[in-house]
């Protein structure tokens, strides 16, 4: 069963701060990862990493995935109090016709005015 | 693009009664996920459709639930009976898939069950 673990659960910073989420992930045929931002509503899609795209940037945040690792970061510079939100992460996996994502359970960041 | 479109946006029920989610996803996108949000099990894939078709159920908690896809512009997301422990936010999701190319899912607002 492919598997997703985010760290840290929770990270409250300032404005100004840099922050660095985790992700970790066990899936059977690498197919993508990717990273969502949850405000009060719906995830939407902030990166996709693949094999033949393993840095993504912009503006403020950027990512990196580790295929040796089995991992990627994303990093936000210069955080704001908008920054504040949910960070998920998801991985898809398998072959064939099977597009599923698997969810990793968040990074809830709070940034502090 | 008018995105995923789900409906109603808050539902609040009584054990027992029957509850419909409706989805419908962006025009010419071909698969289409069902999950469900709860503080405690985070973001769960219960169902997905690719060309109508369904292709893994195996996260739908039990047969109080079921979906369909009768077209390509709409899918169903059914529990009966429905059960306090069924309250959770349920996201539609579509995606554009071609061949070994996979693209971001775009999720719709979400519907907000409440069953009492």
């Known amino acids: 069963e492919d598997k997703v673990v985010q760290s840290p659960l929770s990270l409250v910073v300032h404005e100004g701060d840099t922050v660095t989420l985790n992700c970790s992930y066990e899936?059977?045929?690498?197919?993508?990862l990717l990273w969502y931002k949850q405000e009060k509503k719906a995830p939407t899609f902030l990166f996709m990493l693949?094999?033949?795209?393993i840095e993504k940037k912009s503006g403020r945040l950027s990512s990196i995935l580790d295929k040796k690792e089995l991992s990627s970061i994303l990093n936000i510079t210069a955080t704001q109090t908008g920054d504040s939100a949910i960070y998920l992460c998801?991985?898809?996996?398998?072959?064939?016709?099977?597009?599923?994502?698997?969810f990793g359970k968040g990074t809830l960041l709070t940034v502090n005015p | 693009d008018a995105g995923v479109i789900q409906s109603p946006r808050h539902e609040v029920t009584e054990m027992g009664q029957e509850v419909t989610l409706r989805c419908k996803p962006i025009?010419?996108?071909?698969?289409l996920f069902w999950y469900r949000q709860t503080m405690m099990r985070g973001l769960e894939l219960l169902i997905y459709?690719?060309?109508?078709?369904?292709?893994?159920d195996s996260g739908m908690p039990e047969d109080r639930f079921s979906a369909k896809m009768p077209n390509a512009s709409f899918s169903t997301l059914k529990i009966q009976p429905s059960e306090p422990r069924d309250s959770a936010v349920y996201f539609c999701?579509?995606?554009?898939?071609?061949?070994?190319?996979?693209?971001?899912?775009?999720f719709g607002p979400g519907t907000r069950l409440t069953v009492t």
């Open positions: 998801a991985v898809g996996g398998s072959g064939g016709s099977n597009y599923k994502l698997t």
């Open positions: 899936v059977t045929n690498f197919r993508s």
């Open positions: 693949t094999s033949s795209g």
């Open positions: 025009s010419g996108h071909n698969s």
């Open positions: 459709f690719n060309n109508n078709v369904p292709i893994d």
């Open positions: 999701a579509s995606m554009a898939t071609s061949g070994r190319v996979v693209y971001e899912q775009y």
